[in-house]
């Protein structure tokens, strides 16, 4: 079972997402704290971050260049933000994806799978049976 973060202020987003994706076999965490929420990421080593960009106190670019300075961990950009520039931005802070809402959930679910396969494929490769 995969653990993904989701970073999002919007409390029916928030809901509406981790019911979707605990639903598809994911095991979601959230979280209010838009103070400490660089050291909350580090602290629950998810799989995979969605990661929203209008946040309170810091938002998504400066987030997602802090997680990038000290994890590879997959971070995907949910945001309702859809200007070239805000991808592009997105994408040099060290973003995997960019997603507009409002979004198709088969191809959220899609690129999720995508980036995950991709990501963590060959663990099973690592494991000897005797």
Do not use: W
Not at 14 to 41: C, M, P, W
Not at 74 to 101: H, Q, W, Y
């Amino acid at each position: 079972m995969y653990d993904i973060l989701l970073i999002e202020d919007e409390k029916t987003i928030q809901r509406e997402l981790k019911i979707l994706l605990e639903k598809y076999g994911y095991h979601v965490t959230t979280t209010d704290d838009f103070e400490n929420v660089v050291s909350f990421a580090f602290s629950k080593s998810p799989h995979l971050i969605l990661l929203d960009l209008n946040l309170p106190v810091f938002d998504g670019y400066h987030i997602c260049r802090e997680i990038r300075k000290q994890s590879q961990t997959p971070i995907i950009v949910v945001t309702s933000r859809d200007s070239d520039i805000d991808e592009l931005l997105s994408m040099n802070l060290g973003a995997d994806d960019f997603i507009t809402k409002p979004y198709h959930t088969q191809i959220l679910l899609a690129r999720i799978a995508a980036i995950l396969n991709r990501t963590y494929h060959n663990e099973s490769s690592n494991v000897i049976s005797f």
